[in-house]
């Protein structure tokens, strides 16, 4: 199989504050892994591309500053939302993928921010 | 450019069959079929890798038309576990795979 998880899947903070949402791939190694962000009854929305050992790459629109990605081994992304607002609420959502003959992508099970 | 699927929404009752369609106006060479159910994250199905690849899973299947630029996903004899939202994804010139709007199927009793 493949297996992705997650860390925290919720998380309630205060405004201004940062948070910290881990992307781990349990049983292969993700040379890319995905952030997504999703609003109610939308689709998902790729907010960036992490690489292992490389600077991580923006959709248009999402800000670099705001949304810090590491991508620190094969197996781990970070996301950290940098003093977090009551408009960065949102279900965010990791990938990783997975290559070979049926290169698709393994999603985690997500993370709910709720900022006050 | 993010694929098109339709309907937007289906509702059925159990028993019945349903297909959602998903089109590019770019080429497709690969198609990813997602489940996400409320509140939670997408489930993979499956991935058709060439022109008139069809496929299953359960009662699920899918068939792609690399010609036409189109993925069909076809639910058969519905079941309840089977409502939720259904994405289709392709994977752009950049390497990200871009969904499409979903397609929201409720089935009911």
């Known amino acids: 199989g493949a297996v992705v998880s997650q860390h925290p899947s919720r998380v309630i903070c205060k405004s201004g504050t940062s948070v910290k949402i881990e992307c781990r791939s349990l049983?292969?190694?993700?040379?890319?892994m995905f952030w997504y962000r999703q609003f109610p009854k939308q689709s998902l929305m790729l907010m960036a591309t992490?690489?292992?050992?490389?600077?991580?790459?923006?959709e248009q629109g999402v800000e670099k500053d705001k949304f810090l990605i590491n991508h620190a081994s094969l197996t781990l992304s970070t996301l950290t939302v940098t003093s977090a607002h009551p408009e960065d609420s949102s279900f965010y959502i990791c990938?990783?993928?997975?290559?070979?003959?049926?290169?698709?992508?393994?999603f985690g099970p997500g993370t709910r921010l709720t900022v006050l | 450019q993010q694929p098109v699927q339709s309907p937007q929404a289906v509702i059925l009752r159990e028993g019945e069959d349903a297909v959602i369609n998903c089109s590019s106006s770019?080429?497709?060479?690969?198609v990813h079929w997602y489940r996400q159910k409320h509140g939670e994250a997408p489930v993979f199905l499956m991935i058709?890798?060439?022109?008139?690849e069809q496929k299953g899973h359960e009662k699920i299947s899918a068939s792609f038309n690399e010609k036409k630029q189109q993925s069909s996903l076809y639910l058969t004899a519905s079941q309840l576990s089977y409502s939720g939202t259904y994405f289709c994804?392709?994977?752009?010139?950049?390497?990200?795979?871009?969904f499409g709007q979903g397609t929201e199927l409720s089935v009911k009793p």
């Open positions: 990938s990783a993928r997975k290559g070979g003959l049926a290169d698709t992508q393994y």
């Open positions: 049983d292969f190694q993700a040379t890319t």
């Open positions: 992490s690489n292992e050992g490389s600077k991580a790459t923006y």
């Open positions: 770019k080429a497709l060479y690969s």
């Open positions: 058709l890798l060439k022109g008139g």
């Open positions: 994804g392709a994977y752009n010139q950049g390497g990200k795979l871009i």
